[in-house]
T-cell receptor, first 114, second 117 residues
Framework: AQSVTQLDSQVPVFEEAPVELRCNYS??????LFWYVQYPNQGLQLLLK??????LVKGINGFEAEFNKSQTSFHLRKPSVHISDTAEYFC????????????FGTGTRLTIIP | GAVVSQHPSWVICKSGTSVKIECRSL??????MFWYRQFPKQSLMLMAT?????????EQGVEKDKFLINHASLTLSTLTVTSAHPEDSSFYIC?????????????FGPGTRLTVL
């Protein structure tokens, strides 16, 4: 089984400042890693994913994440945030084989302060 | 990109009635679809995994007779909340799995807000 920990439930950041949203996972098997964003009253939108290859993954809206296998982390970063980035961010993992389910973290609420 | 739609986007019904929610993958075929429930300010809770042409697999604690799932085609899955009660009020989100040689990703629908009076 897999588990995902997002330690920060809320992160306030000033506009144009950098941000890092933390995600750590636990798994006995190799996993795929994902970050999703959810705007108010909407479904989830895929920001980026790590399947294999380069550990630095670039996604939409200027976000990027780095897979660190030794630290079992997949932190999400953006060098300069905008008001429109205010949303809930979910980290998720899925095992390479067998279990098809995504395991989600509890989410991080990113609030951009003007 | 891969798009998943849900209909309706919101629904209000009386207690005791049944409500059907549709989930469609618009530009790809999905052999596997998932249904989630989300309570306010919480993460997504997986309710069931739906495979085309076979019975859905429900998560522990989810009543299969109350939440009927049908995956009749490679682009359509439906969730029917039978004899709905106020405690069933929630945000229901579906997702469809796109599985190709170079990618394996779930894409999510916009969600359906169910309010049971």
């Amino acid at each position: 089984a897999q588990s995902v920990t997002q330690l920060d439930s809320q992160v306030p950041v000033f506009e144009e400042a950098p941000v890092e949203l933390r995600c750590n996972y636990s798994s006995s098997v190799s996993v795929y890693l994902f970050w999703y964003v959810q705007y108010p009253n909407q479904g989830l939108q895929l920001l980026l994913k790590y399947l294999s290859g380069s550990t630095l993954v670039k996604g939409i809206n200027g976000f990027e994440a780095e897979f660190n296998k030794s630290q079992t982390s997949f932190h999400l970063r953006k060098p300069s945030v905008h008001i429109s980035d205010t949303a809930e961010y979910f980290c998720a993992v899925r095992a390479y084989f067998g279990n098809e389910k995504l395991t989600f973290g509890t989410g991080t609420r990113l609030t951009i302060i003007p | 990109g891969a798009v998943v739609s849900q209909h309706p986007s919101w629904v209000i019904c009386k207690s005791g009635t049944s409500v059907k929610i549709e989930c469609r993958s618009l530009d790809f075929q999905a052999t596997t679809m998932f249904w989630y429930r989300q309570f306010p300010k919480q993460s997504l809770m997986l309710m069931a995994t739906s495979n085309e042409g076979s019975k859905a697999t429900y998560e522990q604690g989810v009543e299969k007779d109350k939440f009927l799932i049908n995956h009749a085609s490679l682009t359509l899955s439906t969730l029917t909340v039978t004899s709905a009660h106020p405690e069933d009020s929630s945000f229901y989100i579906c997702s469809a799995r796109l599985s190709l040689a170079e990618t394996d990703t779930q894409y999510f629908g916009p969600g359906t807000r169910l309010t049971v009076l």
